[in-house]
């Protein structure tokens, strides 16, 4: 198991930036597919970004195209998601995850993760 921690949430305006960071404990990211998830009020867990288990793959949403950015720091066992041009529409929880099994296919789908983060809240009033 990986235990993981995020943090750099909070309440911005629209357009305004945020980067989250997702710390891993215990070993290296090296070789996990890690990906940033959110959760709107009422609504289903999202994708939003992932790099696959090589690092060869990123992917992103189609609604965070050209805004958000993941990268991860294999020295500092972080992973980030840099978060630019915000929206309203962008307020959720947002969760970050990890899995050493997940193949490229399986990339945007929660359940092929079996290792989160607790979530941070990110805020962007209309």
């Known amino acids: 198991q990986v235990q993981l921690v995020e943090s750099g949430g909070g309440l911005v305006e629209t357009g305004d930036s945020l980067r989250l960071s997702c710390a891993a404990s215990g070993r290296t990211l090296s070789g996990y597919a890690m990906a940033w998830f959110r959760q709107a009020p009422g609504k289903e867990r999202e994708s939003v970004a992932v790099i696959s288990r090589t690092g060869g793959y990123k992917y992103y949403a189609d609604s965070v195209k050209g805004r958000f950015t993941i990268s991860v720091d294999n020295g500092k066992k972080t992973f980030y998601l840099q978060m630019n041009s915000l929206k309203p529409e962008d307020t959720a929880v947002y969760y970050c995850?990890?899995?050493?099994?997940?193949?490229?296919?399986?990339?945007?789908?929660?359940?092929?993760?079996?290792?989160w983060g607790q979530g941070t809240l990110v805020t962007v009033p209309s």
């Open positions: 995850a990890v899995g050493n099994r997940v193949i490229t296919s399986e990339l945007m789908n929660r359940e092929a993760y079996d290792n």
